[in-house]
Nanobody
Framework: QVQLQESGGGLVQAGGSLRLSCTAS????????MGWYRQAPGLQRELVAV???????IYVDSVKGRFTISRDNALNTVYLQMNSLKPEDTAVYYC????????????WGQGTQVTVSS
């Protein structure tokens, strides 16, 4: 079983930056596909960024060029660097992981709030 713990959320002004971190327990982290979802009030949960075990990345169009997902397998940690933040980035951000052989994200963190003021 993998447990995920996020940190790094907070309040920032528009144009600012935050870095989210997610540390995983267990020895299988290095093979997992890791991602960040976000959910804003009244909206559906949205997949923001994904990184494979090999370091390939995918981003939702709205964050391309502003957000960067990365991972450090030695530290069992995945990061989301968020630059040029906008008020519409305000949401609860969730770290998530899945097997490379599955399409279902089985592992979830508790979420961390990111609030961007205008």
């Amino acid at each position: 079983q993998v447990q995920l713990q996020e940190s790094g959320g907070g309040l920032v002004q528009a144009g600012g930056s935050l870095r989210l971190s997610c540390t995983a327990s267990g020895s299988i982290f290095r093979v997992l596909v890791m991602g960040w979802y976000r959910q804003a009030p009244g909206l559906q949960r949205e997949l923001v960024a994904v990184i494979t075990s090999g370091g390939d990345t995918i981003y939702v169009d709205s964050v391309k060029g502003r957000f960067t997902i990365s991972r450090d397998n030695a530290l069992n940690t995945v990061y989301l660097q968020m630059n040029s933040l906008k008020p519409e980035d305000t949401a609860v951000y969730y770290c998530t992981g899945r097997s490379p052989f599955s399409t279902v994200y089985d592992y979830w963190g508790q979420g961390t709030q990111v609030t961007v003021s205008s």
